[in-house]
């Protein structure tokens, strides 16, 4: 079973909590900060919301098996702003091969260089990776605004801050 499997899996039986959005992007056969494929799951509480930081630690330490977390960032309170913690899940999704070919023409460099019939192959392979972030916020408005990007009023443009909050 994927680690995304996983996460459905125990998202989907979590009764404390619901899946308010989620999309993957691929990025095969290139990559985007390093990863082939990045998941975003955006979850809510199921009932009501949640505003206190350490009812929201609570809730997102029971999200998904510990085991299967690559990354944590805390929920931190700020006076004017709030850093919403995330969880990351980090997995090998396949592997790339590659294979070089290279037609060296110049005479000279066949006596330097490993070449049969004047050409060279290189071959390497690597893994594709894949990363999984889940969000929790507070609530559906807090979700939907964070999707928009506006602040809690739907009013003021929000600008990431680079740790997952929003500067106003």
Request: charged fraction near 20%; glycine fraction near 8%; include cysteine.
């Amino acid at each position: 079973m994927s680690m995304l499997e996983i996460v459905n899996q125990a998202l989907k039986g979590n009764p404390d909590i619901r899946v308010y959005k989620q999309w993957t992007e691929v990025y095969v056969p290139s990559r985007h900060n390093g990863w082939s494929a990045f998941t975003n799951i955006l979850v809510v509480p199921a009932v009501g919301g949640l505003y206190a930081v350490a009812d929201l630690e609570d809730c997102k330490a029971g999200l998904v098996p510990t085991e299967i977390v690559s990354h944590q960032t805390k929920f931190e309170a700020g006076s004017v702003d709030m850093v919403f913690g995330r969880l990351f899940i980090d997995e090998t999704i396949g592997t790339v091969a590659t294979i070089r070919q290279f037609d060296i023409t110049d005479p000279a460099i066949h006596l330097l260089a490993p070449l049969v019939d004047g050409k060279l192959t290189a071959k390497a392979a690597d893994n594709l990776t894949g990363r999984i972030v889940i969000r929790l916020y507070p609530d559906e408005v807090f979700a939907e605004n964070a999707m928009k990007g506006v602040d809690v009023n739907g009013t003021e443009k929000l600008v990431p801050d680079g740790r997952g909050g929003f500067y106003a």
